[in-house]
């Protein structure tokens, strides 16, 4: 079994496809934006500090990636969505061979 599947197969069902869908959306982003979300485990301001960018930048574009993977504030706090972009990197990054 690929070991992107064997990744998929550990989740429960609904977080499972919340993931595959968000791993999908990262794909889309532009290269300045998965700069950011491959920094997902940081706090913002460590992000910024890291990448030279302005904490504001920083929040913008997480808000953007929010948006783009279709994790909406309503849908989930901001620990459930960084979370679910983390598993979401970890299957992308087994996906292409990271």
Not at 26 to 43: E, Y
Not at 72 to 77: L, P, S, V
């Amino acid at each position: 079994m690929h070991p992107a599947h064997q990744f998929l197969n550990s989740l429960e069902p609904e977080l499972r496809r919340i993931v595959y869908r968000a791993a999908q959306g990262i794909t889309q982003l532009p290269p300045r934006l998965r700069r950011i979300v491959q920094l997902i485990h940081l706090t913002p301001k460590q992000i910024a500090e890291q990448t030279k960018l302005s904490l504001t930048s920083v929040r913008k574009y997480l808000d953007e990636i929010y948006s783009r993977l279709a994790l909406k504030r309503k849908e989930a706090n901001t620990l459930q969505r960084d979370v679910i972009v983390a598993l979401a990197v970890v299957l992308y990054q087994i996906m292409n061979n990271e």
